[in-house]
Every structure is written in C-alpha cells, then in structure tokens.
C-alpha cells in the first residue's frame, strides 16, 4: 500500500528577499567539443581571484549556452580570458549586461512544486520581464535587467510570506 | 597572452562531498511560436498536477522561451498525458532519456571550482546537459549511463569526502 501525503500553504513561505544589484550577465555559447577550453579559462580565472554569483547552463544543439552572473568589476576580465583561451574555436562571446539578482528560500523549496510558477506568476502579475531563473538546490535565483530588482521583490512579496524580522532586510542591496 | 595551465596537474581540491540523485528525467523545452505565457502556462500546469522539479534552468526573451528542468522519472509519464491533448503547450518539448544530477559542494563561489568541474567531465567524454549552482552546490546534469565515468572524472579533480545519494 502506498500512503501519499500533500502540504499546501496558502501563501508560500519565505525566509525573505535578498536583492544584489551592479552585476554583470555574461552568455556565452561554447560548442560541446570546446568545454574542457572553457573549463581551463574558469580555473585560470579562479586562481586569479576570480569569483561568480551564479552559474546556469543549457544545452543548444551541440553547443552549451553558459550563463554567468558577476560581479561587474570581473565582467570583462572575465571576457577577455574566455576569448583568449577559447580562441579559433566555434563560440560566442556576448558582451556582460548590466543585470540584478533576487534570490530567495523556504522551507521545503527543494522538494515542492509550484514555488517557481508562483515566482514567474507572481512577476508576470506586475510585468516585471524576468531575464532568466535558475534552481537547483533549496534556493530560487531570478536574474532581471538592471534596475528591476525592486519591482521584483515588491512583486513577490505580494506572492509570498516574508517573515518579519526579515523584512527589513529586503531591500539590503549587496555587490 | 594568458598561459594555459593544465589544471589536471594541480592537486585535488577537498570538498565535502558529492550528492548523487538519480531516477530523473530531463525536460527540454524550446519554443519561438508562443514566446510570452508559455512558461507561466507550463509551469502553472505542472504545479496543478503536482510535479516537483528538482533542477530548472531558463528563462524567455521576446523571441522565445527556452528552459530544462528535471523531473522524478516516474512523472515523465504524467507530463507526456498533460501536454499530449494540448498542441500549445507539447510544442517544441523534449523528454530525455534518464539523467542523474551530481552536486558538489560546497563551490564557495570559486571559479576555480567550476573549472575543475568542466573540464574533468570534458576530458572524460561526458556530455553535459546542463549545470546550475545554488547557494552551496554546483550540480551537472549527465546522462544516467554516464553516472559511474563522470563520478570517477569528478573524483579525479576533487576530494570528495562523502559521497551521498
């Protein structure tokens, strides 16, 4: 016999908002033959002092597009390694973005569904046009042009719970 | 000129560990038709008939949506019985075959870390599907037949000090 069991809230909860602005959205798509160069560039980059906020990647074919979020003083050192090491091969390096990032956890978000379509709801309801969102542990990332982190979090919170001693810090911006 | 080091000559980094799940499939979805509602339409449908996800990555431009997530293998089933009837929401899905997500951790930001990732699953011939950190873990998507290279590749790299899944 098997037993299912099923927990809903009526708002999700959140342990709050954080909120970083002055980042940079680098993309780059790497052909899937190239990922060890690019692999190479990242620890060179590394050992330089280098460090990311956030790092997403998709599949395109036989390519991979490789998003990373930085902070913008690394943007474009970051760039430069990237074509150098991955030079002559068949990629493409797009220019950093001025991005902001508003990321956020809960209890249980890395076993429950819904959490991320009521984000995605939640800002479609005060079209605030999200860049990208990435999830994978216990925690939602959503990456949003700059200036738009603000709206973002006031989009939210009309979507989510936020405990009260963390409401003062949402608009704590870091970076 | 910047020199390429060869980061296989560098000692292992020590990690607490890596965290193996597995029984997952990949849902791929790519579409330039219905660029604008797709993803809330999707995800609404997913959260209505209860499917968790335990990896997402994407987002959607003007010009399209593109996201992967994983999914438990079990709600494949489920998923291909929801967008079957519905032309709009099957368009341009992909259900893969089964994938394990291998998180390493903690990453501590490092790009270093990264690196080391890539390039030890790179070297060893394993397609990525994809890859997203949180706020600790780094967590590549490979595909199930590749789980015993690419947790050998890692272990080449890294000191993993526990192995969980």
Same mark, same amino acid.
């Given at each position: 016999? $098997?037993?299912?069991?099923?927990?809903?809230?009526s708002? !999700?909860?959140t342990?709050?908002f954080?909120r970083?602005? /002055?980042?940079?959205?680098?993309r780059?798509t790497?052909?899937s033959?190239?990922?060890?160069s690019?692999?190479?560039?990242?620890?060179?980059?590394? $050992?330089?002092?280098a460090?990311?906020?956030? %790092?997403f990647s998709?599949?395109?074919?036989?390519?991979?597009?490789?998003?990373?979020?930085?902070t913008a003083?690394?943007?474009? %050192? !970051? $760039?430069d390694?990237v =074509? =150098?090491?991955?030079? /002559?091969?068949?990629?493409?390096v797009?220019? /950093?973005? &001025?991005?902001e990032?508003?990321?956020f956890? /809960? &209890?249980h978000?890395g076993?429950?569904y819904g959490?991320?379509?009521a984000?995605?709801?939640?800002?479609?309801?005060?079209? %605030?046009?999200?860049?990208?969102?990435?999830?994978s542990g216990?925690?939602?990332?959503?990456?949003? &042009?700059?200036g738009?982190?603000?709206?973002? %979090?006031?989009?939210l919170? $009309?979507v989510?719970?936020?405990p009260?001693?963390?409401?003062?810090?949402?608009?704590?911006?870091?970076? | 000129?910047?020199e @390429?080091?060869?980061?296989?000559?560098?000692e292992k980094?020590?990690m607490?560990?890596? *965290?193996?799940s +597995?029984?997952l499939?990949?849902?791929?979805?790519?579409?330039?038709?219905?660029?604008?509602? @797709?993803?809330?339409?999707m995800l609404g449908?997913?959260?209505?008939?209860?499917?968790?996800?335990n990896?997402f990555?994407?987002?959607?431009?003007?010009?399209?949506?593109r996201?992967?997530c994983c999914?438990a293998?079990?709600d494949? #089933?489920?998923i291909?019985a929801?967008m079957?009837p519905?032309?709009?929401? *099957?368009? +341009?899905?992909?259900?893969?075959?089964?994938?394990?997500?291998l998180?390493?951790?903690? @990453?501590?930001f490092?790009?270093?870390?990264l690196?080391?990732?890539?390039?030890?699953?790179? *070297?060893?011939?394993i397609?990525?599907?994809?890859?997203?950190?949180?706020?600790s873990?780094?967590?590549?998507?490979t595909? @199930?037949?590749?789980?015993?290279?690419?947790? #050998? #590749?890692?272990?080449?790299?890294?000191?993993?000090g526990?192995?969980?899944?």
């Open positions: 016999m $098997e037993t299912k069991a099923a927990y809903r809230e708002r !999700i909860k342990y709050g954080q970083i602005a /002055g980042l940079s959205l680098l780059m790497v052909h033959e190239d990922m060890e690019l692999g190479e560039a990242f620890c060179r980059l590394g $050992e330089a002092g460090d990311f906020l956030l %790092v998709q599949r395109r074919g036989q390519a991979s597009e490789v998003c990373l979020v930085v003083q690394w943007a474009r %050192v !970051i $760039e390694r =074509e =150098e090491f991955l030079a /002559g091969t068949d990629k493409a797009r220019p /950093g973005v &001025p991005a990032m508003v990321f956890q /809960g &209890p978000f076993d429950r959490i991320l379509e984000a995605v709801r939640g800002l479609a309801a005060r079209r %605030v046009k999200m860049t990208a969102a990435a999830c216990s925690c939602i990332y959503i990456v949003l &042009p700059e738009k982190s603000e709206e973002a %979090v006031a989009a919170s $009309e989510f719970e936020i009260r001693a963390s409401t003062l810090k949402q608009s704590a911006t870091r970076g | 000129m910047v @390429h080091k060869d980061c296989s000559t560098t980094i020590a607490d560990g890596l *965290r193996v +597995g029984n499939a990949l849902m791929e979805v790519a579409d330039r038709s219905y660029a604008g509602k @797709h993803l809330s339409r449908e997913l959260a209505k008939a209860g499917v968790n996800m990896l990555i994407g987002g959607e431009t003007q010009e399209e949506i996201f992967a999914v293998a079990s494949g #089933a489920h291909k929801l079957d519905n032309p709009e929401l *099957r368009t +341009g899905v992909e259900l893969s075959a089964a994938v394990d997500l998180a390493l951790f903690p @990453h501590c490092d790009l270093k870390i690196g080391l990732g890539i390039t030890a699953l790179a *070297r060893a011939g397609p990525l599907h994809g890859f997203c950190s949180s706020l873990a780094i967590t590549f998507v595909d @199930h037949t590749d789980l015993d290279q690419a947790i #050998a #590749a890692l272990k080449g790299c890294f000191e993993l526990v192995e969980t899944s």
